[in-house]
């Protein structure tokens, strides 16, 4: 920390910075919570931000920055510091000190400044001793680590985590973080904990199952600290976005599938079971990440439905009603322990289908009541988002651009919903191994161009991505269920597994605002469509041969290999967004 006399010294003092490293402006005069400065000047997810007498700048700001601190010398010399804010007397007047005026100029010139919410915590420049004798004693009367442990907690989540978990877990994240832990650390303890649990399910004991459900909710408890640990700590980082992004399911669908081998050692054959319920659950998250992706930044975005909703959560009792109902992680998990540790693998997969379909349900009959009476106009960003959900590859888009120009009778959703219904209902009904299958496929092709030849800017066409997704995560399940090949479903499951996680890396991707993966990468792995073609054409040609499962195991590997090597580039990279994206409810 360097001392200046004045705001010229300051903008001396900041060019001689190297210009990789983030700065900050402190008045001298700041009175406040040690963590109100925190909120203002450690938070890495945004280039600028501001507390009242404080600023910070990244790297890239830097340069605006020093030019409004030249031209804030000019005008007004040390500046003018303004007055302590009086809640009584309405919000706080304009944050005139130089931090403050320099955070204005920031904004002129487009720079994005974050202003925190700081709720109670006090963060003030008073200008006479009454003033600083008020601010003083505001601060003592407030306990700014209570505070800090309040906000670790996500405002947000769900019964289970609100009152079983959070209430201890976020002092182990203060612990964590008082003996120099990382998030990243806790989010791959988390990881190591639920994959030792799924290999105790693996055992096909009851032993290991019990020990299985436990270790699941040490697990979960891990997954809710690492996140509490990154907001105490304002530890947001890109390594952090991709791990906590994509371990959660990676933990889920690795205790799948030990649950269908501790089946299997008993005799019990559920890998169908477990590939339907990470086919379920999959489907059930691109409902949400397509429906927001289209609606949450559309324009006059109001509906009747969305009203009713609003009017509910201001009602406690149904606000947790509701959370409870779509079966968020926290109660989706511990349901899953506790079945495990007291019946069996098929009961788990039963009740875990049974759930999430009623969860499915619900949350899809929302999503359509917005939808129908929703008006509001789509922007192109949202168009685009969707366009890249949709996954399309090199054939489908062969057929959009085939026939973008003539008009079209089918909406969006209507080619892709008559797509994905000849497509299952193919692999489902005709006899297996028909090439009548293959025919299916080609005009899921055809349809799957259809619907993404224009835009997605109707209320409706968030349904697209889902429809794709259905379509080829059910076909590759059926084929595989029919083909009576040994070990053609686990071959399944870990191709079903790849995918998702390329499908899952575009969400986050689209998330962090740094748009979808590159083109080569989806025309590399064929794209939803090209995928679903070739299972098709490999049932209908490798028909009750063991070469269906090499072929299948091949497919993952080689899906696997591709997303996960350029998935690791992009998130590690500088390109990659700097946050910690909360995923679900926890």
């Known amino acids: ?99 403050g005026r320099i955070a204005v100029a920031l904004e002129t010139e487009g720079v994005a400044v974050q202003r925190p919410a700081l709720g109670s915590l006090v963060a003030a420049v008073p200008t006479d001793p009454g003033q600083q004798a008020e601010a003083v004693a505001q601060v003592a009367a407030v ?31 203060r612990w964590c973080a008082r003996r120099g832990l990382t998030p990243n650390q806790v989010t791959t303890a988390s990881l190591i904990t639920a994959l030792i649990a799924a ?32 907001r105490y700590s304002l530890q947001y980082s890109t390594m952090g976005a991709w791990l906590d992004a994509t371990f959660d399911r990676a933990k889920e669908y690795a205790y799948y599938a030990g649950l269908a081998i501790g089946a299997a050692r008993g005799g019990d054959d559920v890998w169908v079971l477990a590939l339907g319920a990470m086919v379920l659950q999959a489907c059930r998250h691109i409902v949400d990440f397509s429906f927001n992706e289209a609606n949450h930044d559309s324009v006059a975005n109001t509906s009747p439905t969305a009203a009713l909703s609003d009017a ?23 349901m899953i322990a506790v079945l495990t540790a007291l019946t069996t693998p098929r009961t788990v997969f039963y009740a875990l289908l049974i759930g999430c379909a009623l969860a499915a349900t619900y949350t899809l009959v929302g999503r359509l009541l917005r939808s129908v009476t929703r008006k509001a106009r789509r922007t192109e960003r949202a168009a685009r988002a969707l366009a890249d959900l949709a996954d399309s590859g090199p054939l489908a888009q062969a057929v959009a651009s085939l026939v973008h120009g003539p008009k079209r009778a089918l909406t969006a959703p209507a080619a892709a919903l008559i797509g994905t219904l000849v497509m299952v209902g193919a692999a489902l009904f005709l006899p297996y191994g028909s090439w009548l299958t ?22 409706l066409d968030w349904l697209v991505p889902p429809f794709f997704r259905a379509a080829e995560y059910v076909t590759i399940l059926v084929l595989a269920a029919r083909s009576d090949v040994p070990h053609a479903v686990p ?11 390329h499908h899952y890396d575009t969400v986050y991707r689209i998330r962090g605002g740094t748009g979808a993966p590159p ?22 040609s490798l028909t009750h041969t063991s070469g269906f499962t090499t072929a299948l195991t091949a497919l993952a590997v080689a899906v696997a290999l591709v997303v996960l090597v350029e998935s690791i580039r992009f998130w590690v990279s500088s390109s990659a967004p700097a946050v910690h994206d909360e995923g679900e409810l926890a």
């Not at 009851?206 to 020990?211: L, Q, T």
């Not at 071959?491 to 996680?501: D, I, R």
Request: aromatic content about 8%.
């Open 519 to 540: 083109q080569w990468l989806v025309r590399t792995i064929g794209g939803h469509e090209g995928r679903t073609a070739l299972v098709a054409v490999l049932a209908a």
């Open 143 to 173: 306990d700014d680590e209570a505070v800090r442990l309040r906000n670790a907690v996500k405002s947000r989540d769900g019964f289970f985590t609100t009152f079983c978990i959070s209430p201890y877990s976020r002092y182990i994240a």
């Open 312 to 334: 509910l959560d201001n009602v406690g009792w149904t606000v947790w009603v509701r959370r409870i109902i779509v079966l968020p992680i926290g109660e989706r998990w511990a």
């Open 199 to 230: 290999g105790s399910a693996a055992t096909g004991t009851r032993g290991g199952y019990v020990a299985a459900g436990i270790l699941l909710l040490v697990s979960f408890v891990l997954d809710c600290t690492d996140g509490q640990l990154a």
């Open 491 to 501: 071959a399944a499951f870990g191709l079903v597994s790849a995918v998702a996680y």
């Open 1 to 99: 920390m360097v001392s200046a006399a004045d705001a010229g010294d300051a903008a001396a003092l900041l060019a001689d910075v190297p210009a990789d490293h983030r700065v900050a402006l402190v008045d001298p005069r700041f009175v406040g919570h040690l963590h109100a400065l925190r909120l203002g000047l450690t938070d890495p997810r945004f280039p600028a931000a501001t507390v009242p007498g404080a600023l910070t700048a990244q790297p890239p700001a830097r340069p605006a920055l020093l030019r409004a601190l030249e031209r804030t010398t000019a005008a007004v010399g040390a500046g003018a510091p303004a007055p302590v804010a009086d809640p009584s007397t309405g919000p706080a007047p304009e944050d005139r000190t130089v931090p």
């Open 438 to 459: 293959v025919v299916a496929a080609a005009v899921y092709v055809v349809l799957s161009g259809f619907a993404v030849a224009r835009p997605l800017r109707r209320a």
